[in-house]
């Protein structure tokens, strides 16, 4: 069937909804001085490929409001250029089914861009299957040669810039180079104002990097690859679901939660549990950091989440966060002293000479615990304020571990430079100081990074002691193939009584276009990372043990 053209000059975002419901349609749009030209109606949905426009646009624009007006017309003098651009799309709609042809009338170009379903699913054009337990497979997954990462053609030279990089459409809507730092630092910004980062060597792979953690964390805020049928109280779930408990629960009343009890109503998904080679039903605020229905027991963060070019290799590196932010944690509430370590890296060590320049010296200490993940905790001292930063890293080389608790770090000196010079009510010090006094009016994540600057706070790190230096151990673990790899953790896990639990994330579209998978790892009984003192949970971790209550710690 042919598809008829229609034309819409003044509508509404509601009266999208219903194109292409009586048949297939090429929409033509109009938006101020932009002509709009597609999808196809039965591709994806015009409603779906303007949601995604408007996103590009900002948090300001109120795309959820389905009464909100669009509108424009074009100069009469780029008809035939319309027309022309109309008659390209009919021809050939099979092509056009996915693509919006963007007119800017003001300058009369003309730009090609590739939409897909909403995220989290279109009933028009997108529609996500019904959340069910299901078993995952397990099988080898060799890696490339000296890496821990899959091979992935899909993923390969500029198809990650190409298929999620559109200025127009998203989902990545900008991408910026971070001329001034350190180390190459390249930030690829999501609709939300969320963003991936990368901070690497150079800027090929700090773009690379920073693509993976847009992934990771498009998927992570909400679900994308199933609808959440499942409402129920655990005592209802019984033994088919995570009991909360074992999360820990917050240690005071906030009001971002519910307080826990067994008979509360909420909302789950299905995720595998690793360890007993089962389903298991995890709370949906847990597994989706950034959902907002339900009833919420805990404030979640992006604590566990992974991107790879397979399932394995998703979890296994959303298992590598769980054990940094542990050892991270760890380390600070028992007020660990830990070794010094040996730099071996000349990026790392470039950066301790940078970070030197700036009045700070860097210092790396072996934070790794009885999960047995290397682990990184780095800290900026200074004599001047900011007298501190801390960051970490974590992973199976320690160079690389290394290297990225100190870029990290590095990052942190010279990005809170600059917010002191533009936003200084953050850096305000009767302002910390009384955060220093009452940890309870901690709020954010600059908030941690900040009152433990304050001269006042340096006894809160003094277990920290440059002593002599020591090289990170390299362990004895599977390293050709990525299955065994996690495996292996998940057993000497069980061993401390730890269930490794992983919810598969994965965006479909980006899953079956670019390969990339990803996954929440959930190990009930770690320390998960926290903002805000009242979100803060440490009771009922049998492995943290406490002398007094803990101090806030100072993670990024």
Sequence with gaps: MTARVVELTDY????????????????VR???ALVLIGPVSDGVCVSCAEDARLATLGASVPRGDRRMKVGGLASSALRPLIDVLVARALADPEAHRDKVLALRTDLATVGEHRVRPRSGGCATCGPLPEDAPEAVVRRPVPPVPGTLRGPNPLAEGDALRRELFDLRHGPVGGMHRIGDLTVAAVSAELGGGQAGFGRTADYAEAERVALYEAVE????????????????????????????TRLGLPD?????VVPYHPDVRTRWVHGWSYTHGR????????????RGTGARFVDETSNGCGTG??????????????????????AWYQRTPLPSLRVRDDVTAHLADRLEQLGYRLELYDATNDLGVPSVLSLARSPRWPHAFFAAGAGLDPDSAMRSAAAEVAMDVEAGAKRYRVEPGDYDVDRLRDMLRDPRLLRSMDDHVNVNGLAEAVERYDFLTPGPEVDLAVPDVPRDDLDALLEHYVREWAALDLEVIAVDQSDPVVRDRLGLHSAKVIVPGTLPMTFGELNRRTHGLPRLRLAGAPLPHPFP
Excluded: Q
Excluded at 279 to 290: C, D, F, I, L, T
Excluded at 318 to 324: D, I, K, N, R, Y
């Design 12 to 27: 509404a975002l509601g009266d999208l909804d219903g194109v292409g419901a009586d048949g297939p349609v090429l929409p």
């Design 30 to 32: 109009f938006d101020g």
């Design 217 to 244: 964390r498009h998927a992570g805020l909400r679900p994308r690859r199933v609808t959440t049928v499942l409402e129920a109280s655990y005592a209802e779930l019984g033994g088919r679901a995570l009991d909360p």
């Design 252 to 256: 005071h009343e906030s009001p971002h």
């Design 279 to 290: 389903p298991v039903a995890v709370p949906e605020h847990v597994a989706y950091w950034g």
């Design 309 to 330: 070019n397979s399932l394995t290799e998703a979890v296994l590196y959303g298992l590598f966060e769980v054990a940094e932010r542990d050892a991270f944690l760890m």
